[in-house]
């Protein structure tokens, strides 16, 4: 393709690409599609021969759109979040066209110096202490693991990375039943082994019970077991759950534990002041992860990583590599000594973009939004007969039921989600079958989260 040729589509794709942001409200939120309906009408076989582009993009338009779960619809009130708002967009655009590899310094120097810079914007932000330090990662489930390893060769005296883990004795890491399965996974990646993740029971609030974690360090150390670390839970995925968090890393402090909390979704909130009570205490942590690309409006990937001191993580993760040296630049940071993938993509132009256009005070005033949409969302629910609200509002999501019981739950979020209006999904809170309910979506309005409330109270009535 030439530089003409390239430029034009382009601009074509440019148009594309508005209209269909535009026509989202009128598009179902999720496809009324069959499993197969998409595969089989791809060629078996890859073509020997080119196709002009305009034929490539016709294919596109016939085949994919339609058949695609609308992530950026306003009415997506599912899982959480994955907001993409349009100055990121812009940035990933240029991004992909740049195409540079951000491993070290050397190898991308202004989006090394970029990173750095909106890692200490999105510290300020958030309130947490100057001389913290970070990195961005493409997801949370990388951070994690990467918190994770470092929580292992830390009480192995690093030297796991060299013997392997036998010989020694299993690291055990505590977290709540609320954690994100990204933490079980981290935990069998690291070898460490689903039976040495510590699952410590909640009070009645879901958050982890620190008198039962106190007593599960106890009894494994009385039983010679080597505890390494905690994971903190701060804004679950399930219901919202957030753990105590300043007296859990009190007793991490004590028992001189590695910590890394996991505040993938509810992070973005706290650029808003009145948001950080719910991780009072947060600066004694060690580690903690929270997805920009999640609540905040970043494209993803974008996962950041912060660390109150990066060198036990750089002990874990660097290796340098005769063909990485880079021979008088000893004092610059290079990226991809602090995770795991060697290559990594320029995450933070979009961050630029995005800070830089809305501003704080408009990225907080969506959130804020949000908040107060969900709770008014969260009373309707509570007013229509025959629905109960399970969970409140922590943060943006909440929770309800049929009082019928499950099968009438599971019953109407399947009417919800074939009618098309907004898309919900489902979990188990203490043995139930609950509808989560998330407002998050970048461009949605009030009136949209009433659209979603009124498509469930008719689905429910009807
Ligand atoms: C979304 C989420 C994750 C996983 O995030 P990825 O970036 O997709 O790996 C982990 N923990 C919590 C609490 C989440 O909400």
Not at 7 to 18: L, Q
Request: some cysteine; proline content about 5%; hydrophobic content about 40%.
């Amino acid at each position: 393709m030439d530089s003409a040729e390239f430029e034009d589509w382009s601009k074509r794709i440019a148009e594309w690409s508005a209209q269909y942001r535009d026509s989202l409200r009128d598009r179902p939120v999720r496809p009324n599609v069959k499993p197969g309906e998409t595969f089989k009408e791809i060629p078996v076989s890859p073509p020997e021969d080119g196709a002009a582009f305009s034929s490539i993009f016709a294919e596109f338009e016939r085949l994919i759109p339609d058949a695609m779960t609308h992530w950026q619809h306003p009415r997506f009130f599912a899982y959480f979040p994955a907001n993409a708002a349009l100055p990121s967009v812009l940035a990933e655009q240029i991004v992909s066209t740049i195409a540079a590899q951000c491993m070290l310094w050397q190898t991308s120097p202004a989006a090394t110096e970029l990173e750095t810079r909106m890692i200490d914007w999105l510290r300020q932000a958030m309130g947490l202490p100057e001389g913290w330090r970070g990195v961005i990662q493409d997801s949370a489930s990388s951070a994690t693991l990467s918190a994770v390893l470092t929580m292992r060769e830390r009480v192995l005296d690093f030297k796991g990375i060299h013997t392997g883990l036998s010989g020694h004795k299993a690291p055990r890491i505590y977290a709540s039943a609320q954690a994100h399965s990204s933490v079980d996974k981290a935990i069998w990646v690291a070898g460490i082994g689903q039976d040495n993740l510590v699952k410590i029971p909640t009070r009645d609030d879901f958050g982890m019970d620190p008198d039962a974690l106190r007593a599960a360090i106890a009894e494994d150390r009385r039983k010679g077991l080597q505890p390494a670390g905690v994971i903190l839970c701060v804004g679950g995925t399930g219901i919202g759950a957030c753990d105590p968090v300043e007296a859990i890393l009190q007793i991490a402090a004590e028992e001189n534990l590695y910590t890394h909390v996991d505040a993938a979704w509810a992070g973005s909130a706290m650029i808003c002041p009145e948001q950080r009570s719910h991780w009072k205490g947060v600066e004694s942590a060690d580690s903690i992860v929270f997805n920009p690309h999640k609540w905040l409006g970043a494209q993803f990937d974008c996962s950041v990583q912060f660390l109150k001191d990066p060198t036990d993580q750089l002990k874990t993760l660097t290796l340098r590599p005769d063909y990485l040296e880079t021979p008088g630049f000893d004092d610059v940071v290079n990226y991809s000594e602090w995770t795991i993938p060697l290559g990594r993509r320029f995450r933070a132009l979009k961050l630029w973009f995005l800070i830089r256009y809305y501003g704080l005070e408009g990225l907080r005033q969506r959130i804020r939004n949000h908040i107060e949409w969900a709770k008014e969302a969260e009373q309707l629910i509570r007013e229509t007969e025959g629905l109960e609200v399970v969970t409140p509002c922590s943060f943006s999501l909440f929770s309800f039921a049929c009082s019928e019981g499950d099968a009438a739950t599971a019953a109407l979020l399947e009417r919800i989600n074939k009618d098309g209006r907004t898309y919900l999904t489902q979990t188990q809170h203490q043995g139930r079958f609950v509808i989560r309910f998330q407002v998050g979506q970048f461009d949605c309005t009030r009136e949209d989260v009433l659209a979603g409330v009124a498509a469930i109270r008719a689905l429910h009535e009807g």
